[in-house]
């Protein structure tokens, strides 16, 4: 079946370095692919998304590379901040449903 | 724009009763509404699909009649956890969207804890 692997967090960083969280997929068609934030307390925001294959999404500083070849879709920030510490889930849709199947997410804490 | 508001944001209440979470569209018509069940630390799994005006399908494992799920509108969707128990405790989230291809919107999820 369709599915996400996500990195296992959590993820400490200092303020200003740089981020990556890994995200593959195994999934029988083309899928679109995303990647959401969950603050504490909160829902999920979408924080980017690609539909084909080499499309980059990107936002606040945060993109992700679709790499079919290597079926993944990690997510990177060059400077991370404080306030980026949340919980990160990569997600991909693969039929007009349009259900998400997330990954498990990953937890990233950045320090002052 | 598309803002998703879920009521209430935390609920405890005893053992037995009935719980029922709303979750509201407020600037676009969603067509499809999902209801999500999120255990802490862990990722979110789907429950339920809801589209407006038609029963609810509910994903393997899911009970129907303990969650009972109502769209009667295009601007809202409502949970209702029947009868609820200690397991039932969880964070709870639904999603809208306004079309097939569109993406799904996030609520900010509902807190739900049973003494």
């Known amino acids: 079946g369709n599915s996400v692997t996500q990195m296992e967090g959590p993820v400490t960083l200092s303020e200003e370095a740089f981020l990556t969280i890994n995200c593959t997929y195994t999934a029988t068609g083309y899928p679109s692919l995303f990647w959401y934030v969950q603050y504490p307390g909160e829902g999920l925001q979408l924080l980017l998304k690609a539909t084909k294959a080499d499309d980059k999404g990107s936002n606040k500083g945060f993109e992700a590379t679709y790499r079919k070849e290597t079926t993944s879709f990690h997510l990177e920030k060059g400077s991370v901040q404080v306030s980026d510490s949340a919980v990160y889930f990569c997600a991909l849709t693969m039929d007009s449903s349009y259900k998400l199947i997330f990954g498990s997410g990953t937890r990233l804490l950045v320090r002052p | 724009g598309a803002v998703v508001s879920q009521h209430p944001s935390w609920v405890i209440c005893k053992s037995g009763t009935s719980v029922k979470i709303e979750c509201r569209s407020l600037d676009f018509q969603a067509t499809t509404m999902f209801w999500y069940r999120q255990f802490p630390k862990q990722s979110l799994m789907l429950m339920a699909t809801s589209n407006e005006g038609s029963k609810a399908t509910y994903e393997q494992g899911v009970e129907k009649d303990k969650f009972l799920i109502n769209h009667a509108s295009l601007t809202l969707s409502t949970l209702t956890v029947t009868s609820a128990h200690p397991e039932d405790s969880s964070f709870y989230i639904c999603?809208?969207?306004?079309?097939?291809?569109?993406?799904?919107?996030f609520g900010d999820g509902t807190r739900l804890s049973i003494l």
């Open positions: 999603s809208a969207r306004s079309g097939v291809y569109q993406p799904q919107h």
